[in-house]
Nanobody, 115 residues
Framework: QVQLVESGGGLVQPGGSLRLSCTVSNSRFRIANMGWYRQAPGRQRELVAGITSGDSTNYAGSVKGRFTISRDNAKNMVYLQMNSLKSEDTAVYYC?????????WGQGTQVTVSS
């Protein structure tokens, strides 16, 4: 069983920054592929950024150069540093883990970018 708990969301002005954190409750975390997804009202959930067990990363085109995904295997944590936030980044952000062909999701954290 894997539990994911996100934190760090909130209200931020355009151009601001936020860092999301995801705590993973499984000792095999270091072999999991991790990702951050988001879902805005009326839209499908989309991949924002992913990081493999080997630390390879990939990003959605809309966030490339502004967002950075990272992981700390010693702490069982995944992070999403979000800079230069735009109103269109407003969404619920979900942490995702793929481990042994199973997919797990966190409960989500709201990010609102507004002046």
């Amino acid at each position: 069983q894997v539990q994911l708990v996100e934190s760090g969301g909130g209200l931020v002005q355009p151009g601001g920054s936020l860092r999301l954190s995801c705590t993973v409750s499984n000792s095999r975390f270091r072999i999991a592929n991790m990702g951050w997804y988001r879902q805005a009202p009326g839209r499908q959930r989309e991949l924002v950024a992913g990081i493999t067990s080997g630390d390879s990363t990939n990003y959605a085109g809309s966030v490339k150069g502004r967002f950075t995904i990272s992981r700390d295997n010693a702490k069982n944590m995944v992070y999403l540093q979000m800079n230069s936030l735009k109103s269109e980044d407003t969404a619920v952000y979900y942490c995702n883990a793929v481990l042994s062909s199973y997919t797990y999701w966190g409960q989500g954290t709201q990010v609102t970018v507004s002046s």
